[in-house]
């Protein structure tokens, strides 16, 4: 089956292409060619789709039951399910045996595909900071929550975009306004990460001016850029050559994060992300706290970090223990650090406020040297010595089992925490096992675990197969 967008398509109006909500299901990016689909739509829908593009409904069926990749007349194609409704499959545009020229294809682009401006960025995990570096800070600038890009040169180019994670890399949603030296395109854009590119008269390319670039996965490289939440200070130290700053968000990376130096000082515009972060600066090899941030903590090896917190506080409370001396909180969000966070002793007992991320959490006091669960939390994993209290944090979605009145012990369980037995108990409520929690952006499988039999989600109709033959239920979280 040989699939292509052909150039005749061009000679039709845009008013033909109006007709239906199947149009513009086919673009093309990074020498790959991609196909949109909906199970949402109607026969005739899908039947002018199949006549338009040369799917048939086999190959259709096919994209929506298959997992991450299936074979079709022998071609493989890539699946990307962007939620329960539709999915994006792609192939490369050459393949073997094939050789098309560059007027075979046609871009046809996603502009009627009822979807927002995503403008928030996506979660990253890998990096807990991220800074910006333009040859010219003109070229890029954020207030007022408008970023604001530019592109220089190109005066004769007829038209040129702005595509990215931030609009999901559409091709014609943010056209750039021409200058008298270049291309601008504002945006409204949230604290973040975004990786995007200029596209001139057809042709994709990253930003001249900006020194962030990263892997695209497909030969080339995307540009990057931050908009910034924090800005690290540290005034004084005129005469040092050179001052750096490092933290856990860099894993104490030395000569990494230079700062700038300003009339009374240094400093660093960053994009930090949620959570609690200790850090330090380096001015010409000593090591220094922050003199103008009070949150100073020890390490538990003899250093003191200053800390600073970006995004929601999670109040932890020990009730009781009034005859304890010291208690310390740990978890999972600490590297389990023993010395760390000391709570603060009150009349009910001890606290701690502690700034995080979204996220699932494992944590234990150690009250005067012995670790103890929560005795007020009833989430827990683990067992025996290895038990330890769970808690969720700006939960994003909620695990429900209706009908299962007489059970004892329900337990999700699924790629999310790795499968395992014993966390992420359910809790009845009435005639329904609840578990709410934080998951990531993307795909999920997942079964329940009553009792000790697992099960697929009854009220899920989404389901794939597995190793077992048993089936795990589907479930995708959106950004």
Known sequence: MLIICYLIILSFSNEAFSQSDTDNVCYINNQRIFFRLDSRWSDSQRNETGRMFGLDSLFMAKAFESGQVFTYDSILWEVERINQHIVVISKPIITTGASYSNYDVLLVDEENFDQPLVNRPRIFNQEGIGYNLFRNESLYSYSNDTAVFFLRGYPE??????????????????????????????????????????????????????????????????????????????????????????????????????????????????????????????????????????????????????????????????????????????????????????????????????????????????????????????????????????????????????????????????????????SYKMTRINDKWVCPVFLFPGKHTYKFIVDGRWMIDPANGNWEENREGTGNSVLWIDP
Do not use: C
């Not at 005129?238 to 030395?254: H, I, L, M, P, Q």
């Not at 650090?337 to 002793?345: A, G, H, I, P, Q």
């Open 157 to 422: 180019a007829g038209n040129v975009f702005l595509s990215g994670s931030f609009n999901n890399w559409s091709t014609r949603r943010t056209p750039m306004t021409r200058k008298s030296n270049g291309w601008e395109a504002r945006l409204n854009l949230f604290a973040g990460k975004y990786s995007y590119k200029f596209i001139v008269d057809g042709k994709w390319i990253p930003d001249p001016d900006n020194l962030q670039k990263e892997n695209d996965y497909n030969g080339g490289r995307n540009s990057v850029v931050y908009v910034l939440n924090h800005v690290f200070r540290l005034h004084g130290y005129e005469n040092a050559k050179k001052v750096f700053v490092t933290g856990s968000f860099n894993n104490w990376r030395t000569n990494e994060i230079r700062l700038n130096k300003i009339k009374d000082g240094w400093s660093l515009p960053v994009f930090l992300t949620e959570g609690t972060h200790a850090y330090k600066f380096i001015a010409d090899k000593e090591w220094l706290i922050d003199p103008d941030n009070p949150d100073v903590r020890t390490d538990g090896s003899g250093n003191r970090n200053s800390f600073i917190g970006i995004g929601d506080t999670l109040l932890f409370r020990l009730k009781g223990y009034n005859q304890s001396t010291r208690v310390i909180l740990s978890g999972s969000f600490n590297n389990w650090n023993r010395d760390e966070l000391v709570m603060r002793k009150t009349d009910s007992g001890w606290e701690l406020p502690y700034v995080m991320a979204p996220g699932i959490y494992e944590y234990k006091f150690i009250e005067d040297g012995k670790w103890i669960t929560d005795p007020d939390n009833t989430n827990t994993t683990g067992s025996g010595d290895y038990m330890n209290s769970v808690v969720v944090f700006r939960p994003n979605h909620t695990f429900e089992l209706a009908h299962i009145a007489d059970a004892k012990e329900v337990i999700v369980t699924g790629s999310f925490n790795g499968w395992r037995k014993d």
